[in-house]
């Protein structure tokens, strides 16, 4: 190394009398693997640009650029720029970037999301105007038929057997279809929660004792302590009945349903039910909420969206996860 020029000089922090006895490269690249590159480099004297990372004497990290010059004499002269700053601003400009990207992506998500539910109440909103439409019109001869099938029962006192399984088949169905009425008007015209302050498992032990479990399907609850929820306790036992049938169901009527309650860090109720059925598909755990959306031979899927919107409007959340076996997390305030 003959000469070095002041700007490297001051860089670098070497002088051009300090190198004679030094090995510069050996100094600026002391990672062996990028001296060996540099090296190889300067000895092809190629005017093409590239990129390396020297140290200066003080171990301070420098992003350069160099091009090689081999005059005819056979003088090397090795031109480097100081591309540190520029780099810098680059890092920068690619974390802005980023950062603008995932706002986008955020937004756009946003704007979906807001796009689905503005559809959900344009659909809600015809089913509520067709619900309130005909359940005058279906309730009355439901209650009809309902009272007729009573009486004939007492008339006939002990009769034909057969003929009394028809009529409980009956009775059966005109509780499914009054039921089905119910649903759709309890989803179309769900009323703001009228808070107060309740034991949350006195809400699920409510729930429970209101539900049909049959005797094959095992309840363990568990609560690490006594927890308390700002809630309307008709609609929060509505939708645990909705969770807490939709598992019996789901596990065939056998199995086991295990409720357990917590405190989280948010200071939120979390409320955890886990069933032994054979899980949600995957496909399928965006879409349980969906209002007419459900894979059983007999349903109209009502119930979850009966349930996300009451949990929602209590200003709490609910979601689905499938491990097998369905699990629903509920929070509530």
């Given at each position: 190394?003959?000469y070095?020029?002041?700007?490297?000089?001051?860089?670098?922090?070497?002088?051009?009398?300090?190198?004679?006895?030094?090995?510069l490269?050996?100094?600026?690249?002391?990672?062996?693997?990028?001296?060996?590159?540099?090296?190889?480099?300067?000895?092809?004297?190629?005017?093409?640009?590239?990129?390396?990372?020297?140290?200066?004497?003080?171990?301070?990290?420098?992003?350069?650029e160099?091009?090689?010059?081999?005059?005819?004499?056979?003088?090397?002269?090795?031109?480097?720029?100081?591309?540190?700053?520029?780099?810098?601003?680059?890092?920068?400009?690619?974390?802005?970037?980023?950062?603008?990207?995932?706002m986008?992506?955020?937004?756009?998500?946003?704007l979906?999301?807001?796009?689905?539910?503005?559809?959900?109440?344009?659909?809600?909103?015809?089913?509520?105007?067709?619900?309130?439409?005909?359940?005058?019109?279906?309730?009355?001869?439901?209650?009809?038929?309902?009272?007729?099938?009573?009486?004939?029962?007492?008339?006939m006192?002990?009769?034909?057997?057969?003929?009394?399984?028809?009529?409980?088949?009956?009775?059966?169905?005109?509780h499914?279809?009054?039921?089905?009425?119910?649903?759709?008007?309890?989803?179309?015209?769900?009323?703001?929660?009228?808070?107060?302050?309740?034991?949350?498992?006195?809400?699920?032990?409510?729930?429970?004792?209101?539900?049909?479990?049959?005797?094959?399907?095992?309840?363990?609850?568990?609560?690490?302590?006594?927890?308390?929820?700002?809630?309307?306790?008709?609609?929060?036992?509505?939708a645990?009945?909705n969770?807490?049938?939709?598992?019996?169901?789901?596990?065939?009527?056998?199995?086991?349903?295990?409720?357990?309650?917590?405190?989280?860090?948010t200071?939120?109720?979390?409320?955890?039910?886990?069933?032994?059925?054979?899980?949600?598909?995957?496909?399928?755990?965006?879409k349980i909420?969906?209002?007419?959306?459900?894979?059983?031979?007999?349903?109209?899927?009502?119930?979850?969206?009966?349930?996300?919107?009451?949990?929602?409007?209590?200003?709490?959340?609910?979601?689905?996860?499938?491990?097998?076996?369905?699990?629903?997390?509920?929070t509530?305030?």
């Amino acid at each position: 190394m003959l000469y070095l020029n002041k700007e490297f000089e001051k860089k670098i922090g070497w002088k051009t009398e300090e190198v004679k006895d030094v090995d510069l490269m050996e100094k600026v690249y002391p990672d062996p693997v990028c001296r060996r590159q540099a090296l190889e480099y300067m000895q092809k004297a190629s005017v093409e640009w590239k990129e390396f990372r020297v140290q200066s004497r003080t171990g301070k990290s420098i992003v350069s650029e160099w091009s090689n010059i081999r005059l005819k004499d056979g003088t090397q002269i090795s031109i480097g720029i100081d591309i540190t700053r520029r780099k810098q601003d680059e890092e920068k400009l690619k974390q802005y970037s980023e950062h603008l990207e995932k706002m986008v992506d955020e937004r756009t998500k946003a704007l979906r999301e807001a796009q689905k539910k503005l559809l959900l109440k344009e659909r809600l909103a015809i089913l509520g105007h067709f619900a309130g439409s005909i359940s005058h019109e279906i309730r009355n001869p439901l209650a009809a038929i309902d009272s007729s099938v009573y009486f004939l029962k007492m008339g006939m006192g002990e009769g034909n057997e057969k003929v009394r399984k028809h009529l409980g088949r009956i009775t059966s169905n005109v509780h499914k279809a009054t039921s089905i009425i119910e649903s759709l008007l309890n989803l179309t015209r769900m009323e703001k929660p009228k808070a107060e302050i309740h034991d949350l498992s006195e809400l699920v032990n409510d729930a429970l004792q209101s539900s049909k479990i049959p005797d094959t399907v095992e309840v363990v609850t568990s609560f690490s302590e006594s927890i308390s929820i700002n809630s309307e306790r008709e609609q929060i036992r509505m939708a645990l009945k909705n969770i807490i049938k939709n598992a019996v169901q789901a596990m065939d009527g056998s199995g086991k349903l295990m409720i357990t309650a917590c405190i989280v860090k948010t200071g939120n109720a979390e409320l955890v039910l886990t069933d032994t059925g054979p899980g949600i598909p995957s496909e399928n755990l965006n879409k349980i909420f969906e209002p007419l959306f459900t894979t059983k031979a007999q349903g109209i899927g009502f119930g979850l969206s009966i349930t996300k919107m009451i949990i929602e409007n209590h200003g709490g959340t609910i979601r689905a996860e499938s491990e097998p076996g369905d699990r629903l997390l509920l929070t509530c305030p």
